[in-house]
């Protein structure tokens, strides 16, 4: 966890993950990333919907090559609604 910012209508939790690519295939590559992710809270105060977002380019590119680049900032092109992908999961 890097910071949590908390505002009135959501709250933002910035992260940065490292980690080996060692799963199934995996390259053995090294990776660190950040990213952010944009929480809306339900009435009962539990995160009621999660829109995500990190580097993918950089991301597949330090799983393929491994380590970060010196360019590597928060940049962030890649959404993930978390929500749209259980959904998606749910659907099979």
Do not use: C, K
Request: hydrophobic fraction near 30%; proline fraction near 4%; aromatic fraction near 8%.
């Amino acid at each position: 966890m890097d910071d949590l910012r908390v505002q009135p209508s959501s709250t933002t939790y910035h992260s940065t993950f490292t980690g080996t690519n060692t799963g199934p295939d995996g390259t053995g590559s090294r990776v660190r990333f950040s990213g952010f992710e944009e929480w809306t809270l339900g009435a009962d105060g539990l995160i009621a919907r999660s829109l995500g977002s990190f580097d993918q380019a950089e991301y597949d590119r330090q799983v393929e090559h491994g380590g970060p680049s010196a360019l590597t900032r928060l940049a962030l092109p890649a959404q993930v609604d978390v929500d749209d992908e259980a959904r998606r999961e749910a659907a099979g």
